[in-house]
């Protein structure tokens, strides 16, 4: 079965600096991948998709993420962060158009001001 | 556009007692999914549909669980008897085309 990891369960920064939180996924064939977002006590928000084509993907809020197909890897970068992203991020995949999104477990950022 | 639209916002209700959450998913939207989101187990699908037919429910955890979705702008998932278990939060997203999900608030689910 599909499976998304996210290696860092819960990661500790200050305003500032960079941010790199992996992802990386199971799954053979062409894949949809996402980032979403869950601010303190709010539902989830897509931060950015990637289907195809450039695999250095720009999102909102300054966060971008990176495909590399030969290591199943999708991970997500800011180079300065700030208080307000403190949330719970998610990585997911999509296996094909009209299949559920997989979720990995998230990972939780807080940023110290 | 409002965004998909979940009701309630909070429940709270007593063990054995019936629960039914609700979902408007985005107009025009032609799959609907229903996830539920612990700390221990992340986020996890329960069942979704596609043009208001029921896809895949083999993450529904047991018989105590339904889901309906008699049109494309309603959608419900029931818990009956409900059990301390159940609590978590209970999220319903929308898709169209199957790219991308648009999430709603969320029910959060507290059962006693």
């Known amino acids: 079965a599909q499976s998304v990891s996210q290696h860092n369960h819960h990661v500790i920064l200050s305003e500032a600096a960079s941010l790199e939180l992996g992802c990386n996924y199971s799954?053979?064939?062409?894949?949809?991948l996402f980032w979403y977002v869950q601010y303190p006590g709010q539902h989830l928000q897509l931060l950015l998709k990637?289907?195809?084509?450039?695999?250095l993907v720009k999102g909102i809020k300054g966060f971008e993420a990176e495909f590399i197909k030969s290591k199943f890897s999708f991970n997500l970068r800011k180079p300065s962060v700030q208080w307000s992203d403190t949330a719970e991020y998610f990585c997911?995949?999509?296996?094909?158009?009209?299949?559920?999104?997989?979720f990995g477990k998230g990972t939780t950022l807080s940023v110290s001001s | 556009d409002a965004g998909v639209i979940q009701s309630p916002r909070h429940e709270v209700t007593e063990m054995g007692q019936e629960v039914t959450l609700r979902c408007k998913p985005i107009?025009?939207?032609?799959?609907l999914f229903w996830y539920r989101q612990t700390m221990m187990r992340g986020l996890e699908l329960l069942i979704y549909?596609?043009?208001?037919?029921?896809?895949?429910d083999s993450g529904m955890p047991e018989d105590r669980f339904s889901a309906k979705m008699p049109n494309a702008s309603f959608s419900t998932l029931k818990i009956q008897p409900s059990e301390p278990r159940d609590s978590a939060v209970y999220f319903c997203?929308?898709?169209?085309?199957?790219?991308?999900?648009?999430f709603g608030s969320g029910t959060r689910l507290t059962v006693v």
């Open positions: 997203a929308s898709t169209s085309g199957g790219y991308g999900y648009t």
């Open positions: 799954y053979g064939g062409t894949v949809n």
């Open positions: 990637y289907f195809s084509g450039d695999p």
């Open positions: 997911a995949v999509n296996p094909e158009a009209g299949t559920a999104l997989i």
């Open positions: 107009s025009g939207h032609d799959y």
């Open positions: 549909f596609n043009n208001n037919v029921p896809i895949d």
